[in-house]
């Protein structure tokens, strides 16, 4: 009995000794292979994130021309808005200046007879004074 013990034994620490071998040599491959596959299917969904990527950058390069160019029109606009607000002010310049030479001809005459009213009544008053 002890014969067959030992030899269960014995057979039980092979088996075990072969295990362990294996899984330290030879069971590393399956998983070896298992990474290779999924490092594989990274580097493919990364290929394909890549052409997704220029794809996106693409499109984002093309809004922000789109933008540049409707900031440009606004500029534009903006600046033509200026010129004619310019253009408007010295137009009304213009004419409130020729409004107030004309008003300053014919104010001129209309000073001249009113400070002489203004003399004649200022004169009609110190007469009154006086006599008073």
Not at 30 to 45: F, H
Request: aromatic letters at 6%.
């Amino acid at each position: 009995m002890r014969a067959r013990n030992f030899f269960k034994l014995i057979c039980i620490s092979v088996m075990v000794l072969v295990l362990t071998s294996c899984s330290i040599f030879g069971g590393g491959s399956d998983k070896k292979k298992e990474e290779k596959a999924k490092n594989e299917s990274k580097s493919k969904a990364s290929s394909t994130k890549k052409e997704d990527d220029s794809v996106i950058n693409q499109e984002l390069k093309k809004q922000y021309e789109m933008y540049n160019e409707i900031i440009q029109y606004k500029v534009k606009q903006e600046n033509k808005l200026i010129k004619q607000s310019e253009e408007r002010y010295k137009k009304l310049k213009e004419e409130s200046n020729k409004k107030t030479e004309s008003k300053s001809e014919d104010g001129t005459d209309k000073e001249d007879k009113s400070s002489s009213k203004e003399d004649s009544d200022s004169s009609k008053q110190k007469d009154d004074q006086g006599k008073q």
